[in-house]
């Protein structure tokens, strides 16, 4: 059967109902969650603080790290064990490359800014839900930035081109699959994630980007709203 | 530093009032405990004790009984004490803390006979069901062993079998029949400062304590697991108080349920 119309009625364009919020852990220096549909994110972030032991300390400038953990209850399958998998340091790894081109570490030598990215709700796209929600924290840290980072995925399913895949379009079976998972720098246009799993065409390809960055521009919106109602709370 | 803190704690304690204005035995407000927030789970909670925040989610998996008990399913539980919910806490496998706050929630629920495990057997000795209780910490702004314990009992209250065909869990399809809750046991910790007796203590508090006890209690007052804590020694005069404090102050927590 051709993919004609998504399941939950979406435009091909367009992403899940998403939800963003700011401070909303006390104890970090700064935190978000992000959710998108059923895909759920917390980040929290610590630091700059005392990086140990020393010898990971670099006196040039401060480092980044940062941790993907989905929660044992949180996948729609079996539960999922609670340490490190291969996946979850792989993701974590990505998610930090895709935030340090926005950050300006120079200014904490020897120090770390460790960020913590929990889900304890996951329906495809969780690495991009964990990168928006870390961006944010980082904002909400008042960590010196670049910009934002904004992330979704995209792909292919079937024949048609399409922004934020569910679960149902991630595991299609009757055609062709392609998922992308993106990070944008909204305001300079950069790509600091880019993974594929699936099969499509360069055009194809680039027309995604294309689509991703657009859906990118309206989740930056989101983040913003969220990081500037957490100071209009205060104003009341 | 934490001589300073302390000297000023007892200080306040002893005109019987808290850091934050509380008095003794007043937990922070609010209370709450919400139920079915994770949809991926059989049955969850996140409960909210002033700025302390816990995630429980249960899971349930179809497994072997353990060959003394044939015909009885049982419960694990887990905590891992994430680094995202507390500065001082760090990642890899569950330390010394992680394993006590997993086994203090684990023997509230199990020796209270909250579940009766011979209703959570299929085929006995074959097949029974195992209930995952994992426990994660949001934010730990102090007391984290009444909260955990608290949304524990909360999502077990409010979980849902997975529809099983003899074979394989389909996890995508829940059924409405539920887990039932025999009992409904509460946990109050209360500590020991200087001369004082507190329930509910925030981080600072935590910091100074010299001793503490878990009560867990059911409804009618019986009690159904105990856990001394911190580096000092009780009296029986003591433990007679926080075994007074620790049941009064659980009727208040079950209207949270």
Same mark, same amino acid.
């Given at each position: 059967?051709?993919?004609?119309?998504?399941?939950?009625?979406?435009?091909?364009?367009?992403? $899940?109902?998403?939800? &963003? !919020?700011?401070?909303?852990?006390?104890? &970090? +220096?700064?935190?978000? *969650?992000? !959710?998108?549909?059923?895909?759920?994110?917390?980040?929290? #972030?610590?630091?700059? $603080? %005392?990086?140990?032991? $020393?010898? *990971?300390? %670099?006196?040039?400038?401060?480092?980044?790290?940062? %941790?993907?953990? *989905?929660m044992p209850f949180s996948s729609s399958g079996e539960r999922v064990r609670p340490g490190g998998s291969r996946r979850s340091k792989e993701i974590s790894l990505v998610t930090e490359k895709s935030l340090l081109p926005v950050l300006n570490l120079e200014e904490y030598p020897n120090s770390v800014v460790d960020v913590f990215i929990e889900l304890p709700q996951t329906e495809a796209g969780s690495r991009c839900a964990g990168i928006c929600a870390a961006s944010m924290a980082l904002a909400d840290a008042g960590l010196e930035m670049k910009d934002l980072v904004s992330a979704v995925s995209v792909g292919k399913v079937d024949d048609k081109l399409l922004v934020d895949l569910d679960y149902s379009e991630e595991s299609y079976k009757d055609g062709p699959? @392609? +998922?992308?998972?993106? @990070? #944008?720098?909204?305001?300079?246009?950069?790509?600091?994630?880019?993974?594929? +799993?699936?099969? #499509? %065409? !360069?055009?194809?390809?680039?027309?995604l980007i294309e689509a991703g960055k657009? @859906?990118?521009?309206?989740?930056?919106?989101?983040?913003?709203? @969220?990081?500037?109602?957490?100071?209009?709370?205060?104003?009341? | 530093m934490n001589r300073e803190l302390r000297s000023h704690i007892i200080g306040l304690l002893n005109s019987n009032i808290r850091l934050d204005g509380r008095r003794l035995t007043d937990y922070r407000k609010p209370v709450e405990a919400e139920h079915d927030v994770i949809k991926t789970a059989e049955g969850s909670a996140k409960v909210r004790i002033g700025e302390t925040e816990v995630m429980v989610g249960v899971k349930l998996e179809v497994g072997k009984p353990y060959p003394d008990n044939p015909d009885e399913g049982t419960i694990i539980v887990g905590a891992e004490l994430l680094p995202m919910s507390n500065p001082e806490f760090?990642?890899?496998?569950?330390?010394?803390?992680?394993?006590?706050?997993a086994r203090v929630v684990d023997r509230g629920i199990r020796e209270s006979k909250a579940l009766d495990f011979k209703k959570l057997c299929i085929t006995a000795g074959e097949k029974v069901w195992l209930v995952v209780i994992d426990i994660c910490p949001i934010n730990d702004a102090g007391n984290l062993l009444d909260a955990a314990s608290l949304a524990a009992i909360t999502a077990l209250k409010h979980t849902k079998f997975p529809a099983f065909d003899g074979e394989k869990i389909d996890y995508k399809t829940k059924t409405d029949k539920s887990l039932e809750l025999e009992k409904v046991p509460i946990a109050v910790t209360v500590i020991k400062i200087g001369e004082k007796l507190i329930v509910d203590p925030d981080t600072e508090e935590e910091m100074v304590v010299d001793a503490r006890l878990t009560v867990s209690s059911i409804e009618d007052g019986t009690l159904c697991a105990l856990q001394k804590g911190g580096d000092f020694p009780l009296t029986t005069e003591d433990i007679s108080k926080m075994l007074d404090i620790g049941i009064e102050k659980a009727k208040e927590l079950r209207k949270h349920l």
């Open positions: 059967m051709p993919y004609e119309q998504r399941i939950d009625g979406r435009g091909f364009d367009e992403t $899940r109902p998403i939800e &963003a !919020k700011v401070g909303i852990i006390k104890r &970090a +220096d700064g935190s978000a *969650m992000f !959710k998108i549909g059923n895909t759920w994110a917390y980040a929290a #972030v610590y630091g700059p $603080r %005392n990086l140990y032991p $020393r010898f *990971m300390q %670099n006196p040039e400038r401060g480092i980044l790290r940062c %941790n993907y953990n *989905m699959v @392609a +998922d992308i998972p993106i @990070a #944008v720098t909204p305001n300079s246009g950069r790509l600091t994630l880019l993974q594929m +799993d699936g099969e #499509v %065409n !360069k055009s194809e390809l680039m027309k657009n @859906a990118c521009m309206k989740i930056y919106e989101i983040q913003k709203r @969220a990081l500037k109602e957490k100071y209009q709370e205060v104003e009341v | 760090e990642l890899g496998p569950p330390g010394i803390q992680a394993i006590e706050l």
